[in-house]
């Protein structure tokens, strides 16, 4: 099987852009659609990305998805970042059988 | 607007059972694809089941043969079947209709494996 790697954290300041990324170690990044899931502190999970690059409805078009197969992952970016932005942020495709896979989560910092 | 509302969490004492319920409004469980996800505390976000519209299902190795996901289409509600709790089992349980452009989740429910 396969894992997917996200970094630790990542830290940027108000109304800038940050991407954060989400390797897959082995197989095609492409082969298999990516989510993204934002946790906020206390709070539960929410979608605010599906099947690599959709956001579903209420997730403002500041975030977005993309996949990059040079690289072998998918990443994720918010622009004009706000502080209710700072949360975890996990990534999540499938294996073969259809298996979910998730990554450890980044920790976004908004200083 | 899609709610979900889970209950069933408790304490439970190793090698015990419980049955989650994720009570589901404003989608057809019938129609759409539904997962249980669950976070150890402190921890990150682990897959457990997912059930699809037409009833297909899958579990997680760490939980496959003691964990069953079902459905009650009349009721609309989703329901995860836990027996032979483990210790490690203990966690926050998410039901959740994630992959859809009216993605939603649940405010989970905790779980607690401990003699």
């Known amino acids: 099987n396969f894992m997917l790697t996200q970094p630790h954290s990542v830290s940027e300041s108000p109304g800038k852009t940050v991407t954060m990324s989400c390797t897959r170690s082995?197989?095609?990044?492409?082969?298999?659609?990516v989510q993204w899931y934002q946790q906020r502190p206390g709070s539960s999970p929410t979608t605010v990305i599906y099947?690599?690059?959709?956001?579903p409805s209420g997730v403002p078009d500041r975030f977005s998805g993309s996949i990059d197969s040079s690289s072998n992952s998918a990443s994720l970016t918010i622009s004009g970042l706000k502080p209710e932005d700072e949360a975890d942020y996990y990534c999540?495709?499938?294996?073969?059988?259809?298996?979910?896979?998730f990554g450890g989560g980044t920790k976004l910092t908004v200083l | 607007e899609v709610q979900l509302v889970e209950s069933g969490g408790g304490l439970v004492q190793p090698g015990g059972s419980l049955r989650l319920s994720c009570a589901v409004s404003g989608i057809s469980v019938s129609k759409t694809y539904m997962a249980w996800v669950r976070q150890a505390p402190g921890k990150g976000l682990e897959w457990v089941s997912v059930l699809y519209g037409d009833g297909t299902t899958y579990d997680a190795d760490s939980v496959r043969g003691r964990f069953t996901v079902s459905r009650d289409d009349s009721k609309n509600t989703l329901y995860l079947q836990m027996t032979s709790l483990r210790v490690e089992d203990t966690a926050v349980y998410y039901c959740?209709?994630?992959?859809?452009?009216?993605?939603?989740w649940g405010q989970g429910t905790l779980v607690t494996v401990s003699s």
């Open positions: 099947e690599d690059n959709q956001r």
């Open positions: 082995s197989g095609s990044i492409a082969r298999n659609y």
């Open positions: 959740a209709s994630p992959i859809t452009m009216i993605a939603a």
């Open positions: 999540q495709s499938y294996d073969m059988w259809s298996h979910w896979v």
